[in-house]
């Protein structure tokens, strides 16, 4: 079945404490993306990735890195939470050719104390 | 990425069609555009898209206004599940250095009533 994995699904931390969310397809896509939702705010991008090695910020960055070693997987990494990134965390991926819909994760409800 | 703009909440009769606009009125020629649903906190899901032509699929139908710069989904049924929020994104489809970032704004949140 095609579907983007996101691990894990809710996660509970303290301020500081390095963390990181993973996302994995099995679709072969190139493009891959973070985002994160809060209440009002909706969906907002964290980070993308065009490629294997090629990766670019969204809208919200900061605090944030990524990395993209290789196709399938693209995890979002924490080095130091805070609480303001407690949130609703969301994976995407699709094909970067014709006009290939995105394919969403099931989430990742994060909160840092 | 052209930017979309969407009314904050709609209501809607079970049963009867619901049809959501999506202003875009900055969209380029080679922008799609796609319309994702959110149910409860789960992922979008992918409904339906389309660059000039009106779409029609098992979900919902997509009208595209003859100047691309609005749009309208049609759920031509609405039910009970239908209530969810619904997410308008213009998005270019070629390989290129702008397909990265997406803005997906706040959405329209669509009741459904019995």
């Known amino acids: 079945e095609a579907q983007v994995t996101q691990n894990p699904r809710y996660l509970i931390t303290v301020t500081g404490k390095k963390l990181t969310v993973t996302c994995s397809q099995n679709m072969n896509h190139e493009y891959m993306s973070w985002y994160r939702q809060d209440p009002g705010l909706g969906l907002r991008q964290i980070y993308y990735s065009m490629n294997v090695e090629v990766t670019d910020k969204g809208d919200v960055p900061e605090g944030y890195k990524v990395s993209r070693k290789e196709k399938r997987n693209f995890p979002l990494i924490l080095e130091s939470p805070s609480p303001n990134q407690t949130s609703l965390y969301f994976c995407a991926s699709s094909s970067i050719t014709g006009s290939s819909p995105l394919h969403f994760g099931n989430g990742t409800r994060l909160t840092v104390t | ?88 994104i213009v998005r270019v489809a070629v390989r290129s250095n702008n397909t990265g970032k997406l803005i997906f704004g706040q959405g329209t949140t669509l009741q459904v009533k019995p």
Do not use: F
């Open chain 2, 1 to 88: 990425d052209a930017k979309t703009t969407q009314p904050p909440s709609m209501d809607c009769a079970e049963g009867r069609a619901a049809n959501l606009p999506c202003n875009h009125s900055t969209i380029s020629g080679n922008e799609y555009v796609y319309w994702y649903r959110q149910i409860h906190s789960q992922g979008p899901q992918y409904i339906i898209h389309g660059l000039k032509n009106n779409e029609t699929n098992e979900m919902a139908s997509l009208i595209i206004t003859e100047d691309r710069k609005s749009s309208t989904l049609i759920l031509p049924h609405a039910t009970l599940r239908d209530t969810a929020v619904y997410y308008c």
